[in-house]
């Protein structure tokens, strides 16, 4: 089940004695916790009604007690458990499992699971990206009640969640903007582990920038949102192939000045070097795209920026750029000169001698 689903089933008032949330995007699970609350409880009694719990610090008798009473001048009781390492296996749990590493223990959750009433509504929160199905305690959740997977939001779900956001602060943002606002943010890049909350502060950062403007332009998106090191790289190597200079050594200025070491700006370099003449090489002998994709091992969306910026360079300029990488970290490892000076003339010689 996804978050869309489960929300229509607590405003039909179907809610099930229990469920487990789990997935990446913890933006759209505290929401539908409030989407839940405000449903289910009247406000003024919220503390009587509601009851969250760190799954590392119960036990069996903590979420008995938080369970047993009912609920009070409100339509269900609502009992929060997060990260109850008994969903992890005993590797991933180690210690945290405590008492939960008793058989007792684990047998005593699930009989009581299994005999809930329908006065309360048992929510079990885990921040995984995927769940054991075999899982005793997944079988007796899904027997009772409902699991409710939150994946990060994409197509129409997202462009619509960019455009109300910014409508909250009295911003239009054209639909041919909104796909540049996504791509500028990295919210689909793995490495990156970005959040619907990490668009809602950029969203807020735009907004309260432009207070005396209606509508986000492109260049607004350019000039006030932060960029990501692969990003700012991605432009690095753009402005190289383009033999601009100048606004290759401004880019990397701004990614120094920003506290990027100059060591893993070289490594960023170097990756991205790589990864061109790997899909180019490849692609010279014949493998299709999905197949260099699955050799490479990037995001669909990471590998399709790389597979166009590649297009700029050839094979042999992408092998002296890389010698020239290793004379440089080289240099600055072995040498006196200052990193940011070697830098520098690395991005030179990238743009006028390869």
Request: aromatic letters at 10%; glycine letters at 4%; charged letters at 30%.
């Amino acid at each position: 089940m996804n978050y869309k689903e489960f929300i229509k089933i607590v405003k039909d008032d179907k809610l099930k004695p229990v469920y487990l949330f789990f997935g990446e995007e913890d933006y759209l699970i505290d929401e539908t916790i409030k989407v839940v609350k405000k449903t289910c409880i009247d406000e003024n009694f919220e503390a009587l009604n509601y009851i969250a719990l760190d799954g590392k610090d119960v036990d069996f008798d903590k979420i008995l007690n938080a369970c047993e009473t009912l609920p009070f001048m409100s339509k269900k009781k609502i009992v929060l458990i997060k990260d109850l390492p008994l969903f992890k296996s005993k590797k991933e749990a180690g210690e945290d499992l405590g008492e939960w590493s008793e058989p007792k223990s684990k047998e005593l959750l699930i009989k009581y699971i299994e005999s809930l009433g329908d006065y309360l509504c048992l929510i079990f929160v885990e921040k995984l990206t995927s769940i054991r199905k075999t899982n005793p305690l997944y079988k007796a959740i899904s027997k009772v009640g409902d699991v409710v997977e939150f994946k990060k939001l994409r197509g129409k779900d997202l462009d619509d969640w960019i455009q109300d956001s910014f409508k909250k602060y009295n911003k239009k943002i054209p639909k041919s903007n909104i796909n540049y606002f996504t791509q500028q943010s990295s919210y689909f890049n793995s490495k990156q582990e970005k959040t619907l909350y990490d668009l809602e502060n950029e969203i807020m950062k735009i907004s309260n920038y432009l207070s005396n403007e209606k509508e986000v332009t492109k260049e607004n998106i350019d000039s006030l949102m932060a960029k990501p090191l692969e990003m700012n790289v991605f432009n690095l190597l753009n402005s190289i192939s383009q033999k601009n200079g100048e606004n290759a050594i401004k880019l990397f200025n701004e990614m120094y000045i920003s506290g990027e070491p100059v060591l893993f700006i070289l490594h960023m370099i170097v990756r991205q070097l790589r990864n061109m003449l790997n899909i180019k090489a490849l692609k010279a002998k014949g493998y299709t795209e999905g197949q260099i994709n699955d050799k490479i091992g990037l995001s669909k969306y990471e590998y399709r920026k790389v597979l166009n910026q590649s297009n700029n360079f050839t094979i042999p300029q992408l092998e002296r750029s890389l010698i020239h990488c290793l004379e440089t970290d080289k240099s600055i490892k072995t040498s006196s000169i200052d990193d940011r000076l070697a830098l520098e003339i690395l991005i030179t010689n990238l743009c006028f001698k390869i």
